[in-house]
């Protein structure tokens, strides 16, 4: 069993910047992470991914040179730095552990992952 627990949501204004961080449990940090999102009314949504290496990440479009995803994995965490973060970023952000993914693989589907935390919301104001 993995548990995931993400913490650093909160309010801020547009264009400022955040740090989501997700905390791993296990004695090993061998998986491959991702961030997800869900805003009100809407699907859950691929954010940005990270190889088990950290070697290979992958973003959606729409966060691209704007949010970067990185891991410690001396520390089992994984990190979402959020830059320049608009309005339609909010909502609740949640990170994902697939724990049988190979060295450099990565995924943006939902259902690729194992292990899901309970989210952290995000709040922008315009």
């Known amino acids: 069993q993995v548990q995931l627990v993400e913490s650093g949501g909160g309010l801020v204004q547009a264009g400022g910047s955040l740090r989501l961080s997700c905390a791993a449990s296990?004695?090993?940090?061998?998986?491959?992470m991702g961030w997800f999102r869900q805003a009100p009314g809407k699907e859950r949504e691929f954010v940005a991914t990270?190889?088990?290496?950290?070697?290979?990440?992958y973003y959606v479009d729409s966060v691209k040179g704007r949010f970067t995803i990185s891991r410690d994995n001396a520390k089992n965490t994984v990190y979402l730095q959020m830059n320049s973060l608009k309005p339609e970023d909010t909502a609740v952000y949640y990170c994902?552990?697939?724990?049988?993914?190979?060295?450099?693989?990565?995924?943006?589907?939902?259902?690729?992952?194992?292990?899901w935390g309970q989210g952290t919301l995000v709040t922008v104001s315009s």
């Open positions: 990270i190889s088990r290496s950290g070697a290979n990440t």
């Open positions: 296990g004695r090993t940090f061998s998986y491959a």
């Open positions: 994902a552990a697939s724990i049988f993914a190979s060295t450099s693989a990565y995924s943006g589907d939902v259902g690729w992952y194992d292990y």
